[in-house]
């Protein structure tokens, strides 16, 4: 129907960016737990047009996220190069920082508990994101700022936590999740009398492979 | 079409335990955000004989739970009573029993998390509950067993965060609510180096009144 070649790419590239949009506000608000139809709904697009580009929610979110993850990522390396001259501030500005990047945006809350398979750049991200997380750990570690018995997965196991915190009780206790936040950073860093349950041995597996 | 009254009723009486039975085994597994259908399913009763003995799921949850609760509430006031001799034992058993109930079924932790205007009889459970839990903690933090800070309303924020890890990583990581319970547990012990982000007011309020 498009008179030209121009106008229809133009168009295409507007319908584009307005599904992006769309999808980028959707997530935040409703986590990722959403269909194709809500997203083109809120675009203003038939969801034709979403599937053409998009052959998936999966798809979708990695392109809105590749984004938010780059800047996960860069923020992590600088709180692990950070971790060399100021070990505990780091590690503790960067576990508050993780848990207020959920509390803002649920769509992040999911995706750093559930890693998809997105596109290529999302991946190198993600995987940038774990590897400046362990450095900083190691360091924070070797700087005797951590108990002994601290796990790099006790972070997925607070994610985790925290994602619940938010989802039960966002309305009634929107800051509860400083408070948590900050129990869990002090059991971090103080040894206790006693020892820990160990940690999920599948966590721990995935980690060194 | 029945040929006398007396079958009749033994037929609805068989009929009702049959939905209560699967009921509880729906819930536990599944948590109450089920439908009458898929129970009656279960039941195998056609759904309109659930819906002339019960209004809603809500209805049903609260006949299911009235004796979980029940033992429940025991429990608290058990370790209530315990607390005078041996106040951090009966704290921090109390605190690793609701963990795992919440672990073992699910109905009982969206049931804690969202007391819902159940039976007379559920009600008066759940109430008794809550003061033997707050007795309990009034007397650990009278031995000085417990942070100055610490708030009662800060199980609620350990339950959420406990029905979190348990959403998200039951799989993975079957056993991590001990783990999230040990550092809590030493978390809320030792008064730590920093003050705590206030607990929230509308939690605070919900208590006083």
Redesign the interface.
Request: hydrophobic fraction near 45%; proline fraction near 10%.
């Given at each position: 129907v498009a008179p030209s070649d121009r106008p229809l790419r133009a168009d295409a590239e507007r319908n584009r960016q307005a599904i992006i949009c769309a999808a980028g506000r959707v997530f935040a608000e409703r986590g990722t737990g959403v269909t194709l139809e809500h997203i083109a709904d809120q675009a203003g697009v038939g969801v034709g047009t979403i599937y053409r580009r998009f052959a998936s929610v999966d798809a979708l979110v990695s392109v809105v996220l590749e984004e938010k993850m780059r800047r996960y990522a860069d923020r992590t390396e600088q709180e692990a190069e950070r971790a060399l001259s100021a070990p505990w501030p780091a590690f503790r500005d960067y576990v508050l920082f993780i848990l207020e990047e959920q509390a803002t945006d649920l769509a992040f809350s999911d995706v750093i508990?559930l890693p998809r398979l997105g596109t290529a750049l999302f991946r190198q991200e993600t995987r940038r994101a774990l590897e400046a997380s362990m450095l900083l750990i190691e360091r924070v570690a070797t700087a005797g700022e951590l108990r002994p018995d601290f796990d790099h997965?006790?972070l997925?196991?607070l994610l985790?936590?925290?994602?619940?915190?938010?989802?039960?009780?966002q309305r009634?206790?929107?800051?509860?999740w400083?408070?948590?936040g900050?129990?869990?950073l002090?059991?971090?860093?103080?040894g206790?009398?006693?020892a820990?349950?160990?940690?999920?041995s599948?966590?721990t597996r995935?980690r060194s492979s």
């Open positions: 508990l997965s006790d997925l196991m985790h936590a925290n994602a619940g915190l938010l989802r039960g009780a009634s206790a929107p800051h509860a400083k408070r948590l900050a129990y869990m002090q059991a971090f860093h103080h206790g009398d006693e820990l349950p160990p940690p999920s599948t966590w995935a």
